[in-house]
């Protein structure tokens, strides 16, 4: 019998932007740089980079060929492809080391590698040779010349041996108490993977933590091969540790933000009894303040004099000042550019104050006046009832001049988001305006409308930019009063979507959405322009215009809708590590109506480029509107950042 020692260290481990169309922008910047150029650099990061602007000079460059072998059963050469994977001879075989003593330290660091995996596959007797021009490695000394041949020849003999199996599983604690093996994945009969050791171990602690034990740990392991048998026999046994309730909180590293207002944001329960998930909770409200680039939360390494664990948070601020610049394009809608100026800890608490302002339209229309342009002010005070409170407020000038209508207005509104857990929001507002509408009812027409909008928001995407799985559920009730003609109606509106990766790797994912939505209460005409429904364009239906599809008057001009239904399908196809397609088909309606009686769906089809970035994936999209009527365009060309949903 021989005892497996170490299996831990032989396994091997386990913006808002709103740069709306910064991919015609980057593609623009790129085509201006020289020929010599290999990279484009914004915001930190690096974009459309040539492999050659990473060359690093290599001293001494000894080259190599490589040959890996399995020498047992291996049906459909599944181990010997996971070898492979774990082998960095062979996955470097095509750049060259720094002379005879890289060469030896690759394939040092190969033998413990391959080791490793043969364990994860439960080959304990297994052996694993590596021979460097016809040397074994075990006898190479550390300053050996392998230079005299070149490339060197290097070969890998692999003898994966047996299978093992679990044999007799005891897990135990420090005080005696037995826990059933199965429930820890270690069955008797089993298939004795490394890492399923190691996976029980890590549950067994971290179900321990959940219990209140914040310092469980493993305090004994013995596994013993039997290679008569080809069985392990696995004895754990866990040190559980006192049990003990959260205590004081202190904080480290903060400069301008206050501490106690991050003790009370992180929201670590004193005095109740200790789990990790409320740490976790804690680091995650920290990081979505937006005012630290890193944040670390975690328990002390004893308890205090009472009995309690106290709780340590270290924080690093980042800058609380920006401004940006961006730009947008549409083929149907023209381009624009919009500039933002912004603080993250205005006074001391984390509060973001953002100025806004943007014009459009540049393309689509001759007369200035007639462009798009917006101006805005926007504040946020996180805390205001509780950790998981925000409070909200803006102020925004605004002109459009869209097909359906022309508007000029002064908003502001007020708000509150209440966090009900990690995945459900709900908030209230609000809001009131003033607007000067003309559209196919009236010219210049004034409204005043007051608004209370009420949402219920769960997301369950595990990327909000780029979500592989997952679903986001968006329900809107709100009810207005129109001063002028004395109008009450409410919008309802729901919006779902959900994503799902058709492979483990995440390069196959299939995205759908849904919106629905009604407004009761009033006729169109009573309704101002601005709150009815619309539909088409990039955000709704690709291959229209903005707020192109739906029912219009005598003149072809739209009139917006009281009811909406919207559908999107896409299957997203991760070709390269950064670039993607889209293959889409969207289709939508508005109707004059509370129902839909009146309305015949428009679809539209296409496809897209996505380069993924660290700040989500730049998209540009082309569509063609598969029922086409007069005033639709031939196709449109929409660019973002993101997802298109």
């Not at 009812?441 to 979500?467: G, M, W």
Request: aromatic share 8%; charged share 25%; glycine share 12%.
């Amino acid at each position: 019998m021989t005892h497996v020692r170490d299996i831990a260290s032989r396994a091997r481990g386990q913006l808002w932007l709103r740069l709306s169309g910064c991919v015609f922008c980057l593609a623009v910047s790129f085509a201006l740089l020289p020929r010599q150029a290999s990279a484009f650099e914004i915001f930190g990061f690096k974009l459309f980079e040539d492999e050659a602007a990473e060359t690093v000079e290599i001293v001494d460059p000894l080259s190599y060929t490589v040959s890996l072998d399995v020498n047992g059963p291996d049906p459909d050469n599944v181990l010997e492809e996971e070898l492979r994977g774990a082998s960095q001879l062979v996955q470097g075989a095509d750049r060259p080391v720094s002379g005879s003593i890289g060469l030896i330290q690759r394939a040092n660091g190969d033998f413990e590698q391959l080791v490793a995996a043969l364990y994860e596959n439960a080959r304990y007797a297994g052996e694993v040779t590596i021979l460097l021009n016809g040397r074994p490695l075990a006898d190479l000394p550390a300053d050996a010349d392998l230079a005299g041949q070149a490339p060197v020849p290097v070969r890998i003999v692999v003898t994966p041996g047996q299978q093992f199996r679990f044999g007799d599983v005891n897990i135990s604690t420090s005080d005696g108490q037995s826990h059933d093996a199965a429930e820890s994945g270690l069955a008797p009969g089993a298939v004795a993977r490394s890492t399923v050791i190691l996976d029980a171990e890590s549950d067994l602690i971290r179900d321990f933590r959940k219990a209140g034990h914040p310092f469980a740990k493993i305090s004994g392991r013995d596994v013993v091969a039997d290679h008569a048998s080809g069985v392990i026999d696995v004895s754990l046994t866990l040190d559980a540790g006192p049990v003990a309730a959260f205590g004081a909180t202190a904080v480290d590293g903060a400069q301008s933000v206050d501490s106690d207002f991050i003790a009370m944001m992180a929201g670590v329960p004193e005095g109740e009894r200790y789990n990790p998930e409320d740490l976790a909770a804690a680091a995650r409200r920290l990081r979505a303040l937006e005012v630290f680039s890193s944040v670390d939360v975690k328990e002390s390494e004893s308890l205090s004099a009472d009995g309690s664990v106290p709780v340590g948070i270290t924080v690093t601020e980042r800058k609380h000042r920006y401004l940006g610049l961006g730009a947008t394009f549409s083929s149907t809608d023209g381009g624009g550019m919009e500039a933002y100026w912004g603080h993250r800890n205005l006074f001391g608490r984390a509060e973001k104050f953002r100025l806004e302002g943007s014009f459009g339209g540049v393309g689509s229309t001759s007369d200035p006046e007639d462009m798009t342009w917006r101006g805005a002010a926007l504040f946020e005070k996180p805390g205001v009832l509780g950790p998981a409170s925000k409070f909200t407020s803006h102020l925004e000038v605004k002109q459009e001049d869209l097909d359906a209508y022309r508007r000029f207005s002064v908003e502001g509104g007020v708000g509150l988001a209440y966090e009900l857990t990690q995945e459900q929001t709900v908030s209230a507002g609000l809001v009131v305006e003033y607007a000067k509408l003309t559209d196919s009812f009236s010219a210049d027409l004034e409204t005043i409308t007051v608004a209370v909008p009420l949402e219920y928001v769960r997301d369950t995407r595990d990327d909000k930019l780029n979500p592989a799985m997952g679903t986001r559920l968006a329900l809107l009730v709100e009810p207005a009063y129109e001063a002028n003609s004395g109008a009450t109606f409410v919008k309802l509106k729901a919006e779902g979507s959900a994503y799902r990766a058709l492979d483990a790797q995440k390069r196959f994912v299939l995205a759908g959405r849904v919106a629905a939505g009604s407004i009761y209460g009033a006729n169109l005409a009573e309704v101002p322009a601005n709150r009815r429904f619309y539909s088409g364009g990039g955000g709704s239906v690709r291959g229209y215009g903005f707020q192109d599809i739906g029912p219009r008057d005598g003149s072809g001009r739209p009139t917006g809708g009281l009811s909406i239904l919207e559908t999107s399908a896409e299957l997203r196809i991760q070709i390269t590590d950064t670039i993607g397609i889209v293959p889409f088909v969207d289709a939508g309606l508005v109707s004059s109506s509370e129902s839909f009686s009146d309305a015949d769906f428009k679809v539209g089809a296409g496809i897209g480029l996505r380069y993924l970035t660290p700040f989500g994936p730049l998209r540009v999209d082309v569509a063609l509107p598969l029922n086409k009527e007069a005033g639709d365009p031939d196709y449109g060309i929409y660019a973002g950042i993101g997802q298109a949903f």
